[in-house]
């Protein structure tokens, strides 16, 4: 079976000052800060990941810059932590038939769901390099 139709969404940067490094975006590449983003980020109290996330976009794309977090995973019981490094991410219109797709091919995932965003699940899995790869569903936009 193929795999469901994917999208490039986003690079996600992570670093340990993600204002500073929003602001070399937007002042050394001529990239804009964009706050539509984050406005579906879960942040409480108990919320799994509480450091800073920034977002600039130009007219190819969006680059995601988050806080390291070297716990994540282990926090999550999960074995892929998209935050220690970064990711490349894509976004489909139907993740379950993905995530069926990746079990076919032997592919594990871990499933994050809704940790991050109230409007997008997520899983996330290694390349064959080690590079972290996320596969996102919304219910805010088209796809």
Partial sequence: MPAPKLKLHHINVC??????????YRDILGMTHDTSVT??????????????????????????IAETDPH??????????PLLRGHI??????????????EEQGIPYADYGHAFSGAWKQIF???PTGQVIEVQETNDEEF
Avoid: P, Q
């Fill in 15 to 24: 670093t340990h000052d993600a204002a500073a490094l929003r602001d070399w």
């Fill in 39 to 64: 406005r579906h980020r879960i942040v409480r109290e108990d919320a799994l990941y509480k450091g800073g996330v920034e977002v600039v976009r130009d007219e190819a794309g969006e680059i995601h």
């Fill in 72 to 81: 994540l995973a282990a926090r999550a019981g999960h074995s892929v932590n």
């Fill in 89 to 102: 991410a894509y976004r489909t219109d139907d993740l379950e038939a993905f995530k069926r797709h990746l």
């Fill in 125 to 127: 899995f290694h390349d």
